[in-house]
C-alpha cells in the first residue's frame, strides 16, 4: 500500500511514495495498538463496573469532561485554528489547544495538519487519504471495503516521513514544533490525569476507573466519532451547499463530534471558523471560539457572509468568508 506525496506532479495528481518493510510493520503495530487497546479499556471498564460496581458519578464526569476538553483541542486547535487558520488566537492559547489535541491520539500536530490538508486538495477524488468513494468498489463488500477504508484502513500504511512539509506555515513557529514533537508526552498525560484525578476521589480503585473510562474509553469515543466524519459524513447526510466532493451533513456526528459534523457546510467554507450555519445546528467548538474572542484571546474569526449563506447552491470556490468582529 502507497501513500501520496501532492507536490511533486506537474500535472497535479499525488505521486506515491512507497515505505519501507520496517515502516509498514510498525505503522501497522502502532496503528493496531491504537484501536484495540482502548476497545480492551471500554471491555475492562464495563466488566470492572458489573462485576465490582467500579463506576461511580465520577467516572462519568471524567470521562465527559476530558472527551470534550480533548476534542475540542482537535476541533478548535488542530482543525479549525492550524489547519485552515480560521482566526487567529494567543499563543497560550495555541499552546493549550495543541496539547489537548494531542490527548486524542490521532497523531503529532504538523502531520495530522499536513494529512488534513491533503484530504481538502484531493477530497474524494485519487489521492485522498479517507474517501470512503474509492474507484472500482462496486457492490456490497466493495461498499463495506471502502467504508472501512475511510473509517480507519487509511491509517494502516506508513505515513511519508515528511508529511509535516505540508504544514510549513507552523513549522516556524517553535511552540508548535515543541508541541508536535511531544506528541507522545501530551497523550500519555491525557492517561495519567484521569487516573490522578481517580484516585483523589476513590483511592486506587478509583485510580484504575478513572484511568479506564477518562482515559482509554475516552480515546475511544474520540477516535471514532473523528473517524466518523471521514466515513459517515461522505456517505449519509444533507448537501445543501455544492462543493467538488461528497462531503455531508449529519445532525448525529454534528453533535457527538462537536460541529464537525456540519461537513457539507465545512467544505463549501472551509476557512469558515463556523461550521453550524443555522441555528439548530449545533457547533460547541464555534462557541467556545466566539467565547474566546470575546474575551481578546482569538480575533480574525472569519465566517461566510450572510449574502452567502442565502443562495441556496454555493460552489466552494465562490464562498469567500469574511472576517468576524474581532479582526484589525
Known amino acids: 500500500m502507497t501513500t501520496t506525496d501532492t507536490l511533486s506532479d506537474r500535472t497535479g495528481a499525488p505521486v506515491t511514495v512507497s515505505p519501507s518493510v520496517r515502516e509498514t510493520v510498525f505503522s501497522w503495530a502502532v496503528v ?36 470534550v476538553a480533548t476534542m475540542l483541542g482537535l476541533t478548535v486547535g488542530f482543525h479549525r485554528l492550524f489547519t485552515h487558520r480560521s482566526f487567529e488566537a494567543a499563543e497560550p492559547v495555541q499552546f493549550a489547544l495543541g496539547v489537548l489535541g494531542s490527548m486524542t491520539f490521532q497523531g503529532p500536530l504538523l502531520e495530522w495538519v499536513g494529512r488534513h490538508r491533503i484530504h481538502h486538495r484531493f477530497s474524494d477524488r485519487y489521492g485522498d487519504p479517507h474517501s470512503p468513494h474509492a474507484p472500482h468498489r462496486s457492490g456490497f463488500w466493495g461498499r463495506v471495503r471502502a467504508f472501512w477504508h475511510a473509517h480507519i484502513g487509511w491509517a494502516l500504511p506508513a505515513d511519508p516521513p515528511d508529511l509535516d512539509r505540508y504544514a510549513p506555515d507552523l513549522r516556524k513557529s517553535r511552540m508548535l514544533r515543541l508541541v508536535s514533537d511531544l506528541f507522545l508526552v501530551w497523550a500519555l498525560l491525557g492517561l495519567a490525569l484521569p487516573a490522578a484525578i481517580g484516585y483523589a476521589f476513590g483511592g486506587w480503585p478509583g485510580a484504575l476507573t478513572g484511568f479506564l473510562w477518562g482515559g482509554l474509553v475516552r480515546v475511544l469515543a474520540g477516535h471514532h466519532l473523528t473517524w466518523c466524519v471521514n466515513s459517515v ?11 467538488s466532493d461528497e462531503s455531508r451533513n449529519n445532525a448525529v456526528i454534528g453533535v457527538l463530534a462537536l460541529g464537525e459534523g456540519w461537513h457539507n457546510n465545512h467544505h463549501a467554507f472551509p476557512t469558515s471558523a463556523r461550521h453550524g450555519f443555522e441555528w439548530w445546528q449545533v457547533d460547541i467548538s464555534y462557541y467556545l471560539i466566539r467565547g474566546l474572542e470575546t474575551l481578546g484571546l482569538a480575533w480574525k474569526v472569519r465566517t461566510p457572509s450572510p449574502e452567502t449563506l442565502t443562495k441556496s447552491n454555493v460552489d466552494a470556490a465562490d464562498g469567500p468568508c469574511s472576517e468576524g468582529r474581532g479582526a484589525e
Not at 459524513?233 to 444533507?238: V, Y
Open 32 to 67: 493496531l495498538a491504537g484501536v484495540t487497546i482502548p476497545f480492551l479499556g471500554l471491555v475492562a471498564g464495563v466488566a470492572a463496573a458489573v462485576r465490582y460496581g467500579w463506576f461511580s458519578a465520577v467516572d462519568l464526569v471524567l470521562f465527559l469532561g476530558m472527551y
Open 233 to 243: 459524513c461522505h456517505l449519509w447526510g444533507s448537501r445543501p451547499y455544492r462543493s
